[in-house]
Nanobody
C-alpha cells in the first residue's frame, strides 16, 4: 500500500511560481509511475503531468507544457511539480497519484493511489 502526502500549495500572484511536493510511503516508490492531477470547483478532474518510474519519461498536458515541470527523486520517495508563469486558470486543488508500473496515462482511473490534495490559488 502506498500513501501519498502533498505539500507546497498556497496563494500566488499571476506570473509567479510554486513547487509542489508529494512524499510517498513504502519501499516500492520506484515501481510507480507518478502523476499530478488538478480539479477546480465545478470542473472535472484534469490531468496535469506524469513521470515514469525511472524519471526519464515525462508527459505534461498541453495546457501546462513549457510552464510546469514534473520530476522525481526515488531516493527521497518524492515527486515534484514545478509550476512557473502561473495563471488564474491554474487555480485548483492539485492531487498526486500513483500507478504501479503504469504507462503515464492521462486517465485518472488507471491510478491506484491518491493523495488528499493541496490547494493552489493564483490571483490576477
Amino acid at each position: 500500500q502506498v500513501q501519498l502526502v502533498e505539500s507546497g500549495g498556497g496563494l500566488v500572484q499571476a506570473g509567479g511560481s510554486l513547487r509542489l511536493s508529494c512524499v510517498a510511503s513504502g519501499r516500492t516508490f520506484s515501481s510507480y509511475t507518478m502523476a499530478w492531477f488538478r480539479q477546480a470547483p465545478g470542473n472535472e478532474r484534469e490531468f496535469v503531468a506524469a513521470v515514469s518510474w525511472s524519471g526519464v519519461g515525462t508527459y505534461p498536458a498541453d495546457s501546462v507544457q513549457g510552464r510546469f515541470t514534473i520530476s522525481r527523486d526515488n531516493a527521497k520517495n518524492t515527486v515534484y511539480l514545478q509550476m512557473n508563469s502561473l495563471k488564474p486558470e491554474d487555480t485548483a486543488v492539485y492531487y498526486c497519484a500513483a500507478d504501479l508500473w503504469g504507462p503515464g496515462t492521462m486517465n485518472g482511473y488507471e491510478y491506484e493511489h491518491w493523495g488528499q490534495g493541496t490547494q493552489v490559488t493564483v490571483s490576477s
